[in-house]
T-cell receptor, first 115, second 109 residues
């Protein structure tokens, strides 16, 4: 079964610190991997999209990495801000057979940034 | 305003009632999706639509009905609501990356 596992489930850091969120997946083959940010009470918003051939993608203070060999991705947040407090969701898009394009969502990592 | 909207944002209903959640997008995206989000689960796909009059089941379609007579609208109907359908429902549209609506929090008593 195609799965996406994220760790940690939750994380608390101080404002200004860096952090890294992990995503391990078994979805294979896949076309791309996405990281979304979901603020409380809102829908997810796309942060980065990486194809299977890309190793890294940045969006401001957010940098996503992808190792397709080990089926791991990480999202690194630099110089965290209070507004970074949110749930971060890893999504892998399946690229095989009749389910081509199917999205598999991780459960998310809840990040809390304290002043 | 351009974007994707959902209504209502909050809904409380009783077991057995029919409920319709509305989704509207202004981008003319071909694809639209309905997800539910529950604690302990990632977003789970209920139904999706590739174009007007084309819909297909997702991962958890039981108890739900969709229609798409117009490209911009994709309503989700719970024909006879059950407590297990208490959840937050997200609509999304896509021509590539998905754009999500703000969600509808549904409580079934």
């Amino acid at each position: 079964k195609n799965q996406v596992e994220q760790s940690p489930q939750s994380l608390i850091i101080l404002e200004g610190k860096n952090c890294t969120l992990q995503c391990n997946y078994t979805v294979s083959p896949f076309s791309n991997l996405r990281w979304y940010k979901q603020d409380t009470g809102r829908g997810p918003v796309s942060l980065t999209i990486m194809t299977f051939s890309e190793n890294t993608k940045s969006n401001g203070r957010y940098t996503a990495t992808l190792d397709a060999d080990t089926k791991q991705s990480s999202l690194h947040i630099t110089a965290s801000q209070l507004s970074d407090s949110a749930s971060y969701i890893c999504v892998v898009i399946y690229a095989g057979g009749t389910s081509y394009g199917k999205l598999t969502f991780g459960q998310g990592t809840i990040l809390t940034v304290h002043p | 305003d351009a974007g994707i909207t959902q209504s209502p944002r909050y809904k409380i209903t009783e077991t057995g009632r029919q409920v319709t959640l509305m989704c509207h997008q202004t981008w003319s995206h071909s694809y639209m999706f309905w997800y539910r989000q529950d604690l302990g689960h990632g977003l789970r796909l209920i139904y999706y639509s590739a174009a007007a009059d084309i819909t297909d089941k997702g991962e958890v379609p039981d108890g739900y009905v969709v229609s798409r007579s117009k490209t911009e609208n994709f309503p989700l109907t719970l024909e006879s609501a059950t407590r297990s359908q208490t959840s937050v429902y997200f609509c999304a549209s896509s021509e590539g990356p998905q754009f999500f609506g703000p969600g509808t929090r549904l409580t079934v008593l």
